[in-house]
């Protein structure tokens, strides 16, 4: 089971598998956490967890915004209902939390600027996320309490932008070992995505928000990825440690 292979990496190594769309999940020392977790939306393909299976092993699923296809809460609910797991979310999230009825004894808010550690295994550093719409501009609906994080387990930082375009408060981010990028149309795309990367020099770099979710003339702005695309514009050192995650596969990681 894919599950048994994430949680089975004792060796000081952090093991990660794509989950679809902006979905990971994240393990050390049989520790495991997820962020944007949506396995419940109508998808081109299933993913290879189910809420179900991993119910009682997930102990935080973090949440960068409203939209359902990254607070999913029928992916939540089960998680909830069945084990000990507490949701990272922003303010901007709190009215769905409270109306799903997630308790808020179960609920840490995530504050843009404010770090904590909810366990000793865990730093969350929540950062700002402006969401982004058709043709590159922002969304009318942006909310600037959405969030990014980056998230360090096992010595190592993973940075998840959210649904963001590109922000000046990217430029600050430093030593980050793992870069989840979204080349969309309402976030990064292409010439961001590349200048972010240039930007914080991320050690691994994985695309996701794309091949998800069926693509309509409607929904592509969100529903497409420009994976591929990104891959050609990036610089030769930067293009060998990009990767397009395959679904299934668990990636791992030394610990520093």
């Not at 962020?35 to 967890?49: K, N, Q």
């Not at 939540?76 to 507490?86: S, V, Y």
């Amino acid at each position: 089971m894919l599950l048994d292979e994430l949680l089975a990496v004792w060796d000081k190594s952090i093991s990660f598998c794509w989950m679809g769309n902006a979905g990971w999940l994240i393990s050390h020392d049989g520790h495991l956490i997820g962020i944007d977790l949506d396995l419940m939306s109508e998808r081109l393909w299933h993913p290879a967890i189910s809420a179900a299976e991993m119910a009682g092993r997930l102990e935080y699923a973090l949440v960068t915004h409203s939209h359902g296809d990254h607070f999913n809460v029928p992916t939540l609910k089960p998680l909830m209902d069945n084990g000990p797991c507490t949701v990272i979310l922003p303010k901007s999230c709190i009215a769905e939390a409270e109306q799903a009825g997630i308790p808020a004894s179960r609920i840490i808010l995530a504050v843009p600027g404010q770090s904590f550690e909810p366990a000793p295994w865990l730093k969350v550093e929540p950062i700002h996320a402006l969401h982004g719409h058709i043709k590159h501009s922002v969304y009318m609906g942006a909310n600037f309490d959405d969030c990014g994080y980056i998230i360090t387990m096992g010595g190592r930082r993973f940075f998840h932008p959210g649904d963001s375009v590109l922000l000046h408060e990217h430029f600050g981010i430093t030593d980050i070992d793992v870069l989840f990028v979204s080349p969309t149309e309402h976030n990064t795309h292409i010439d961001a995505s590349r200048t972010l990367i240039e930007a914080i020099k991320p050690a691994l770099i994985f695309a996701q928000h794309f091949g998800t979710y069926p693509v309509t003339d409607d929904n592509a702005f969100w529903t497409k990825g420009y994976e591929r695309e990104l891959r050609k514009a990036l610089l030769t050192d930067y293009r060998e440690r990009y990767h397009v995650p395959v679904p299934g596969k668990v990636y791992l990681m030394r610990n520093s």
